[in-house]
T-cell receptor
Framework: KNQVEQSPQSLIILEGKNCTLQ??????????LRWYKQDTGRGPVSLTI?????NTKSNGRYTATLDADTKQSSLHITASQLSDSASYIC????????????FGTGTKLQVIP | GAGVSQSPRYKVAKRGQDVALRCDPI?????LFWYQQALGQGPEFLTY????????KSGLPSDRFFAERPEGSVSTLKIQRTQQEDSAVYLC??????????????FGDGTRLSIL
């Protein structure tokens, strides 16, 4: 069964600090991996998408990495801001005909002043 | 607006009632998805449409759940004889291309369904 596991489950950091969120997956055959940000009461918003051949992708202060060999990804947030407080969800798509997506349960990040 | 629109935002129903949730995807988007998100969890796949064709409904939890997209644009998720375990946020997402592509899914803000 395709699975996506994220850690930590929750995280509290001080404004201005950096943090790294982890994602491990067992989805096969792999097609792409996306990171989404979900604010409370809102739908998820795409941050990055990476295919098999991409190791890193940046979007402003967000940098995602992918190791397809170990089936791990990370999302690094630099110089955190209060507005970064949200859930960050790792989503992995399998290929073949059409893709099915598997969502992680998310990491809930709280940035405090 | 330019985004995915879902209505209603909140729905409260008594156990046993039928409900209908609406999704207006971004115009021209081929792919449409429905997800169920329990509190504190990630979204769980329910069903996928490519234009008007429902290609995958394997995530629908029971035959009380029914989704349609008759003209390849607006979609409706219907839940019959609602149960308390149906309480969740129902998210709709659309994507420009076919699911095999790498375009991102654009999500609506969901319908929060509460069954009393």
């Amino acid at each position: 069964k395709n699975q996506v596991e994220q850690s930590p489950q929750s995280l509290i950091i001080l404004e201005g600090k950096n943090c790294t969120l982890q994602c491990n997956y067992t989805v096969s055959p792999f097609s792409n991996l996306r990171w989404y940000k979900q604010d409370t009461g809102r739908g998820p918003v795409s941050l990055t998408i990476m295919t098999f051949s991409e190791n890193t992708k940046s979007n402003g202060r967000y940098t995602a990495t992918l190791d397809a060999d170990t089936k791990q990804s990370s999302l690094h947030i630099t110089a955190s801001q209060l507005s970064d407080s949200a859930s960050y969800i790792c989503v992995v798509s399998a290929s073949g005909g059409y893709q099915k997506v598997t969502f992680g349960t998310g990491t809930k990040l709280q940035v405090i002043p | 607006g330019a985004g995915v629109s879902q209505s209603p935002r909140y729905k409260v129903a008594k156990r046993g009632q039928d409900v209908a949730l609406r999704c207006d995807p971004i115009s021209g988007h081929v792919s449409l998805f429905w997800y169920q998100q329990a509190l504190g969890q990630g979204p769980e796949f329910l069903t996928y449409f490519q234009n008007e064709a429902q290609l995958d409904k394997s995530g629908l939890p029971s035959d009380r759940f029914f989704a349609e997209r008759p003209e390849g644009s607006v979609s409706t998720l219907k839940i019959q004889r609602t149960q308390q375990e149906d309480s969740a946020v129902y998210l709709c997402a659309s994507s420009l291309g076919y699911l095999g592509g790498n375009q991102p899914q654009h999500f609506g803000d969901g319908t929060r369904l509460s069954i009393l």
